[in-house]
């Protein structure tokens, strides 16, 4: 049996699926660049058939992405397939992603299928797809509570059809390590041209045991992890990809030797540069990535860090990307060691979007004694990867202390015109909300009004995250000032001109 597990990273399209966790194209197209450099295996770009922008999304990664497999998602339908094929069309190695759920109350109540017509239906859908693509990848939805004798046969016929990967999804993180573990064994077992196809899992995380789920099926016999940076995904999230990786880097000893070929020094700046475009922050005490994954506070172990950094330290920071250089640049920086700093980080500007960053840099710098990555990632998701805006925020001004109603002035420029207006609320912030509400023509329910410095010190830069929903549509807006009210101004207009924005799509699970 291999000693490889192929990584499939599903960012961008289970990941997505997160409330409010939208991507442009520009911005999925930074995301793939740095999953690249990371050295995943297969990246999931997207769900094409479900918008012109799904499809524009997987079709430009395709483009761009070299050493990656690009694939793109579909149901068990032709026109799905369709649009995934041409979109993958353009990848140096492409791969369709084809589903059916298999499980009785899946086929009885969302299908309304019976198993012979599930059956025929995934043959079909994969032989379809091998008209673009001899990669084809089949998974049976909500494996983990599909019949075992049904989800055999299904997985006997998907390979005999063609697929060369076969994908067990736990779509509801209903399952447990040992049960799921048992599930891929038996598939190993009773299979008979198991040994013609990868089997992959997709662990959801609703029970919390999305990572032990995938690690139990790796021993057990499986060779793909579909996963997701910071975890981020549908409901309470995917297996965090991070986490997989190093469990089997650092306990190589309990899984026979077998490793992966990501760079785990990319870890820690993909993670942060999905939190910056979504402004979904991790917790501080998330394993391998969080904030305090490797801060010591209690005496003992400081004491043992101290006379040997291994007796509290299973991996080191340096291994995932964790760092220690804080000074990145300052008001006397060129513009080549700017543009230099933001390669680095997986941001490669030039031309007109370099000079803007750059300004906008200039500015910070003069405000700031020292600007970090975190702020430069700030400048480019404000100045640069955002989609045109129909609404702009020109200028603020407040007024707030003891005694006096807090007000706020805003100057908004609404598609090019510009207009004034004044609010009072029962802070400066309530203020220029209700100031831009008024003149905004487009209204939406605040769900989350949340503040990050995202550096340290008085001079550091906030980051304000605001999640709005109207109707089923739910969007995070992102604003970034050392200015925390500026910032919230921003991150709310940001918030409005995705709902004005945005086409609803459908997404699937898996």
Partial sequence: ?????????????????????????????????????????????????????????????????KESTVCGLARAREADIDAAGRAIAPAAQGRIHTFIATSPIHMEKKLRMSPDEVVAAAIKAIGHARQYTDDVEFSAEDAGRTEMDFLCRVVEAAIKAGAKTINIPDTVGYTLPWIFGERIATLMNRVPNIDQAIISVHCHNDLGLAVANSLAAVQAGARQVECTINGIGERAGNAAMEEVVMALKVRRDCFGGIDTNIDATQITPASRLLSAITGINVQPNKAIIGANAFAHESGIHQDGMLKAQETYEIMTPESVGQTKTELVLG??????????????????????????????????????????????????????????????????????????????????????????????????????FKAIRTLVPVEGELLLYQVNAITSGTDAMGEVTVRLRQGGRVVNGQGADTDIIVASARAYVNALNKLAGRVRTEHPQL
């Fill in 1 to 65: 049996m291999s000693d490889h597990l192929i990584v499939f990273d599903t960012t961008l399209r289970d990941g997505e699926q997160s409330p409010g966790a939208s991507m442009n194209t520009e911005e999925k197209l930074r995301i793939a660049r740095q999953l690249e450099r990371l050295r995943v295996d297969v990246i999931e770009a997207g769900f094409p058939v479900a918008s012109p922008g799904d499809f524009d999304a997987v079709h430009r990664i395709a483009q761009t992405v």
């Fill in 331 to 432: 008001k006397h920086s060129g513009r080549h060691a700017f543009a230099d700093r933001l390669a680095s980080l997986g941001v490669n500007l030039e031309g007109d979007e370099l000079n803007r960053a750059f300004l906008r840099f200039k500015d910070l710098a003069d405000v700031k004694k020292q600007v970090f990555d975190e702020d430069l990632l700030a400048i480019v998701d404000e100045e640069i990867t955002r989609s045109p805006d129909r609404f702009v925020l020109k200028a603020l001004s407040c007024q707030s202390g003891t005694g006096t109603r807090p007000s706020a002035k805003v100057v908004l420029t609404v598609d090019g015109e510009e207009k004034e207006q004044i609010g009072e609320g029962d802070g400066p912030v309530d203020a220029a």
